[in-house]
């Protein structure tokens, strides 16, 4: 199935464009035509981290005329591993403002807009609107819905990415000519089920071979060449080093896109749809919840504590809490920590953030240890608060 | 029916890291449960506590999600490559 371009041309190409983007114009497909078409593209890309880091500096360089970068973060130095849009200098600056750095250094024809904060219910509708084509690069469920759900309700196509470990999806979303997110998966996970690269890591360079593939299919969709990835999903496998690519066919039960849909707005509250966390946590949680320097402060009197560290092994290598006993959530949520709990000892749960150990808490107070905590902010907290000279990851 | 099962990475832990894994059954619902007994843990990854493929896992048989054909009882032909595909959100 090919579409016709999303773009009509610009007037004309100047001796400079011309100049830039010759290697595009002598491809019969993209031409001047097709360049032209470019040059009058709206795209914008949500987040300027792994995924959005290679989509800007390829949409910049390919002479997309104008680029919006959506992101409300700063630049952290555990970014820098894999997104490559950002410099050592960069840290500590918003990451919308250092990517249009980026984007200008490497094409000052590019007219880039920056939308120095988070995409909210409030204001997506609006953003969206000024664009051709959304290229999402976020990094969490809540936001991919809300991306999802403005763009079919906009009539707008957007390219989608997503990565974890090894492994990369892409497809493109465009209700009108096939399916949108919400067809190939109905739901989000539950919390604490899926977890996300800051939990669960991620191979830099995958962030490249994804943000590439959607790329890719901008220019495919701007241009009106090829045959666009809608109605499939592309699947990439970095360790065995395969792709493959599945059908997606259009749901015509979806809520948003189907026959009879109830999704006709925004949701109120996309966070509250993907959950944060559990309603079981989160009641385990409440008034149950202490901070690193309140351990701190247990441990200094020498109180009758047993601290359990429920990150996964690689994590606790990293960096952990003087004395805590590392039993990953997993063995808590089929049941086989509760032996190892001591009776007599005070039950202390901490984690990388605060997630997983709300999860294991609730596990834990539900076996009849009432009087069990965990620490808001976990290992992370600790060290920001109570020993500064452990590293953070 | 021996079929090929792909495991993606978030449940390669249940598979001692394997990514794909041969498979039995005449259909989906065959090939998970003896998925299950294999790889005891994964079954409860895929399916939820109804028995049915949870809504943010997909399951495809060749190149069909199942959730268009016959969902568990959509044959698993023999030498059939089956895929468990979850949501990832990581960007």
């Excluded at chain 1, 469920?141 to 759900?149: L, S």
């Excluded at chain 1, 919840?289 to 701190?296: F, M, Q, R, V, Y």
């Excluded at chain 1, 006993?325 to 007599?344: C, R, V, Y």
Aim: a negative charge.
């Amino acid at each position: 199935m090919s579409l016709p371009p999303l773009v009509e041309p610009a007037d004309e190409l100047t001796v400079d464009e011309v100049r830039r983007y010759s290697r595009h114009l002598i491809i019969p497909d993209v031409g001047m035509a097709g360049q032209k078409r470019l040059k009058n593209a709206k795209v914008l890309c949500v987040g300027a981290g792994g995924l959005g880091s290679p989509a800007l500096l390829y949409l910049a360089a390919a002479g997309v005329g104008t680029l919006g970068i959506i992101d409300f973060d700063v630049v952290d130095e555990s970014n820098l591993q894999r997104q490559v849009i950002h410099g050592q200098s960069d840290v500590g600056k918003p990451k919308a403002e250092s990517a249009a750095a980026s984007v200008r250094e490497i094409n000052p024809l590019v007219d880039v807009v920056i939308h120095n904060t988070a995409l909210t219910t409030e204001n997506v509708m609006e953003i969206f609107s000024g664009y051709d084509l959304i290229v999402d690069g976020t990094d969490n469920f809540a936001t991919r819905y809300m991306v999802n759900d403005a763009a079919v309700l906009l009539g707008k196509p957007y390219v989608w990415g997503s990565i974890y470990r090894f492994d990369g999806q892409a497809s493109v979303f465009w209700a009108e000519h096939g399916p949108c997110y919400r067809c190939l998966y109905p739901e989000p996970p539950p919390p604490g089920m899926v977890p996300s690269c800051a939990e669960g890591g991620v191979l830099g360079v995958l962030c490249a071979s994804i943000g590439s593939i959607q790329v890719n299919e901008a220019i495919k969709l701007l241009t009106g060449i090829g045959e666009p990835l809608v109605g499939r999903l592309m699947i990439y496998d970095a360790l065995e080093m395969k792709y493959r690519d599945v059908k997606v066919r259009k749901d015509p039960e979806c809520v948003l896109c189907g026959k009879n849909p109830t999704v006709t707005q925004l949701l109120d509250d996309y966070e509250a749809f993907c959950g944060a966390i559990s309603d079981e946590a989160a009641e385990a949680a409440s008034g149950s919840t202490i901070t690193a320097l309140e351990l701190k402060g247990m441990m200094d009197r020498g109180e009758n504590i047993y601290v359990v560290d429920v990150r996964e092994p690689n994590e606790y290598e990293i960096v952990s809490i003087p004395g805590a006993t590392l039993i990953p959530k997993g063995e808590f949520l089929n049941g086989s920590a509760l032996e190892k709990m001591p009776q007599d000892k005070k039950i202390v749960l901490h984690c990388k953030s605060g997630a997983r150990s709300a999860e294991a808490l609730a596990v834990v107070k539900d076996a009849g240890f009432s009087d069990a905590v965990h620490v808001g902010g976990g290992v992370l907290s600790w060290v920001k608060t109570v020993d500064p000279s452990l590293p953070s990851y | 029916m021996s079929v090929s099962v792909r495991i993606p990475t978030i449940l390669r832990t249940y598979t001692g890291g394997s990514a794909e894994v041969s498979g039995e059954g005449a259909t989906l619902r065959d090939v998970l449960a003896k998925l299950d007994s294999d790889y005891p843990g994964i079954g409860a990854r895929i399916l939820d506590e109804s028995g049915k493929i949870r809504r943010f896992v997909n399951v495809y048989v060749g190149e069909e999600d199942v959730r268009f054909a016959q969902g568990l009882d959509t044959p698993a032909p023999d030498g059939t490559q089956i895929s468990i595909i979850p949501a990832v959100a990581g960007g």
